[in-house]
């Protein structure tokens, strides 16, 4: 089972990116989720998709500029980034539940992707 995360890279405040998270396996049959981990902070669930992306979840810092969604035919997680804040500055990990449901917990996300780093600037 591989999570392999791409789409990183410089951007500058008010800018947009998009990640994606190709899987393979039997990965993309459960929730799933984007974290973050700042310098100097610890990892955060940004947001995260029920496996038949009806629902979703947010960390109040994104809500209204990141949106998560999944394409399941192509076994592939989204994870759009508007207006982009220099806080936003982290690395990006894609990761796999246990739960066919939204899950917050993050002892739940079993399957993790390499991560790629997102830089904002001012």
């Known amino acids: 089972v591989q999570l392999q995360a791409s789409g990183g890279g410089l951007a500058q405040a008010g800018g947009s990116q998009r990640l994606s998270c190709a899987t393979s396996?039997?990965?993309?049959?459960?929730?799933m989720g984007w974290f973050r981990r700042a310098p100097g902070k610890e990892r955060e669930l940004v947001a995260a998709i029920s496996s038949n992306g009806g629902s979703t979840y947010y960390v109040d810092s994104v809500k209204g500029r990141f949106t998560i969604s999944r394409d399941n035919a192509e076994n592939t997680l989204y994870l759009q980034m508007n207006s982009l804040k220099p806080e936003d500055t982290a690395v990006y990990y894609c990761?796999?539940?246990?739960?066919?449901?939204?899950?917050?917990?993050?002892?739940?996300?079993?399957?993790w992707g390499t991560g790629t780093q997102v830089t904002v600037s001012s």
């Open positions: 396996g039997r990965t993309f049959s459960y929730a």
């Open positions: 990761a796999a539940s246990t739960r066919v449901g939204v899950t917050v917990s993050t002892r739940e996300y079993v399957t």
